[in-house]
């Protein structure tokens, strides 16, 4: 097992457009550098890995076993590789892995793969199809290439070491991968099955996970007799109904609140005040509709709606599918992303007394781009 895996992560991502280099961004919860790290440290298939980056401070040594080494890299990427070739001469290794630390997700079947072709040749090079047509430009005139007969090369790279190590001294001008000096020396190369997902990560967009937040509301009105009861936007057959400055739809008024606390936009009282005239006796859906506009205008999407309905009277069983059906044409949101579940107070205060109606309601949503 006289394998050695080398990281580059010395780069300094110009493209990536952030204030941080892509290998220290966060990725899926750690850095996009530490992936290749812990991937190569747990196949068990080297002797010794070697992360060549910048400012070798910044990655925590300790973490890591004693078999990592982290060294110091060049000004381009082919002098950090022959950096990390003369370092790990003194151990006299078989094989080398070179790896870009912008590649987070191989997998340890195609470390093993790699290897495993190792065994009768001197270079082994993943390779994937182009999904794109590509043009190719010579001065001024511009080429079509056969998409069939082009490819990708990836990363790891795996090579026996002494030839590698042999090209990469005599190269002066700089190579964006290692097979490039065996093929410009017409050297024998095996190209092996690579990954799609084992893309490179150049651009920030590459690696943005769209953020998802979440939103409590909670509202309790009074009941009082000779007033129609509304829940969920529909009126609900009842000997009472919900005093309020509204109709007093609990349900709607904490969906309202949930949604807001989920967009950071604080409360219904803000947008709705209850000592303006104008809101008086307003129908909830009326004062859901402006914040769900404002909610799909700024890309957000209900990921679901979560809604305890508290009480004695009405039985929500009773009323659940039409509640939620109403609600579902309201916020033009599918049915099977509302949950409406009912409690009572077990004749507990107001509530349970069947004086008052209360309602919570948790949402999440989903910003995209
Ligand atoms: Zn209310």
């Not at 430009?137 to 790891?156: C, W």
């Not at 009282?269 to 008086?280: I, L, V």
């Amino acid at each position: 097992m006289n394998n050695y895996f080398v990281i580059l992560g010395a780069g300094k991502s110009k493209r990536f457009h952030k204030n941080i280099a892509k290998q220290f961004y966060n990725y899926k919860n750690k850095d996009v550098i530490e992936h290749s790290i812990e991937k190569s440290l747990s196949s068990k298939l080297f002797k010794k890995v070697v992360v060549v980056v910048n400012n070798p401070k910044k990655i925590k040594n300790k973490k890591y076993s004693k078999n990592i080494t982290i060294i110091k890299g060049g000004r381009e990427r082919s002098d950090s590789s022959l950096l990390a070739l003369k370092y790990i001469r003194k151990y006299r290794p078989k094989n080398v892995f070179i790896h870009d630390a912008a590649r987070p997700n191989f997998t340890q079947k195609l470390l093993k793969n790699l290897l495993l072709n190792l065994k009768k040749n001197k270079a082994v090079v993943p390779i994937v199809k182009t999904r794109d047509s590509i043009k190719y430009k010579v001065r001024n005139n511009i080429f079509n290439l056969d998409k069939e007969k082009a490819f990708l090369t990836q990363t790891p790279q795996a090579f026996r070491y002494s030839d590698l190590y042999k090209l990469a001294i005599q190269k002066k001008s700089k190579i964006s991968d290692e097979v490039t000096l065996f093929l410009e020396r017409d050297y024998k190369v095996k190209f092996i099955h690579g990954e799609n997902q084992n893309s490179k990560i150049t651009f920030h967009d590459d690696i943005k996970l769209p953020t998802t937040f979440f939103g409590i509301g909670f509202d309790v009105h009074r009941l009082i007799k000779d007033k129609k009861l509304f829940l969920g936007g529909i009126k609900i057959p009842f000997h009472s109904g919900l005093k309020g400055h509204s109709d007093g739809d609990v349900i709607l008024h904490a969906i309202i609140d949930s949604i807001l606390g989920a967009m950071k936009k604080k409360d219904i009282g803000t947008y709705f005040p209850d000592n303006k005239k104008r809101y008086k006796n307003i129908r909830s859906p009326k004062m859901l509709w402006p914040i769900l506009s404002d909610l799909y205008k700024k890309n957000f999407l209900i990921n679901n709606l979560d809604i305890n309905l508290i009480c004695e009277q009405p039985k929500v069983s009773i009323h659940r599918n039409k509640i939620i059906n109403s609600i579902s044409s309201l916020m033009k949101l599918e049915k099977d992303r509302i949950n409406l579940k009912g409690k009572t107070a077990e004749k507990l205060g107001l509530i349970g007394k069947e004086k008052a109606i209360a309602c919570e309601v948790i949402v999440s949503i989903t910003k995209y781009d």
